[in-house]
């Protein structure tokens, strides 16, 4: 499975933007697919997750009820929605897929796509 992320770019504060991953090929694997996020110079972090069956959603406190993730099967491609943005939310954003039922826990997930920047500037 390849993992494309796209719908990056420059926001103000309090804007929004709707990231896209797209997955080809075998999409049958996957089980869950995740959004990370990378500030400068800091550690790559998991935002949240939905599983690729059912829907269901995992979200880290920091961007519960401003992130939605969702996802079409029709179009292998899962989405971000991000409102209500924050300078913090400044990040290289990654998509990863994961064929375990640990869906929620970031160390399930080690099959990355591409990152897409996000800028968000006060």
């Known amino acids: 499975v390849q993992l494309q992320a796209s719908g990056g770019g420059l926001v103000q504060a309090g804007g929004s933007l709707r990231l896209s991953c797209e997955a080809s090929?075998?999409?049958?694997?996957?089980?869950?697919v995740a959004w990370f996020r990378q500030p400068p110079g800091k550690d790559r972090n998991i935002v949240g997750a939905?599983?690729?069956?059912?829907?269901?959603?995992y979200y880290v406190d920091s961007v519960w009820g401003r992130f939605t993730i969702s996802r079409d099967n029709a179009k292998n491609t899962v989405y971000l929605q991000m409102n209500s943005l924050k300078p913090e939310d400044t990040a290289v954003y990654y998509c990863?897929?994961?064929?375990?039922?640990?869906?929620?826990?970031?160390?399930?997930?080690?099959?990355w796509g591409q990152g897409t920047q996000v800028t968000v500037s006060s």
């Open positions: 090929g075998e999409t049958s694997v996957m089980y869950g």
């Open positions: 939905i599983t690729w069956g059912r829907g269901r959603t």
């Open positions: 990863a897929f994961t064929d375990s039922d640990l869906w929620y826990s970031s160390e399930a997930y080690y099959h």
